[in-house]
């Protein structure tokens, strides 16, 4: 059984940082691809930012530039550093990851820009 814990949500002012973390533990192996989707009510799930097993990163257009997506391979942890936040970023992000053998969701954190 695989279980994905995610950290590091909250309030935060417009031009604010916030880093979160998904640490996965269980039966794993290695992590392959994981991602970063946010969702608000209403909505559907978007991704946010991906990165693969070698590294590679893929960014939503609406955070390229402000959001980085890294990975500890060690420690099966998963991190979305954002930055210069915004309102519109206010959601529930999710983390994603795909063992090979199965595919795991987080259970979510809450992030809201405001002032």
């Known amino acids: 059984q695989v279980k994905l814990v995610e950290s590091g949500g909250g309030l935060v002012q417009p031009g604010g940082s916030l880093r979160l973390s998904c640490a996965a533990s269980g039966s794993i192996f290695r992590l392959k691809t994981a991602g970063w989707y946010r969702q608000v009510p209403g909505k559907a799930r978007d991704l946010v930012a991906g990165?693969?097993?070698?590294?590679?990163?893929n960014y939503a257009d609406s955070v390229k530039g402000r959001f980085t997506i890294s990975r500890d391979n060690a420690k099966n942890t998963v991190y979305l550093q954002m930055n210069s936040l915004k309102p519109e970023d206010t959601a529930v992000y999710h983390c994603?990851?795909?063992?090979?053998?199965?595919?795991?969701w987080g259970q979510g954190t809450q992030v809201t820009v405001s002032s």
């Open positions: 990165i693969s097993d070698t590294g590679s990163t």
């Open positions: 994603n990851i795909d063992l090979g053998y199965g595919n795991y």
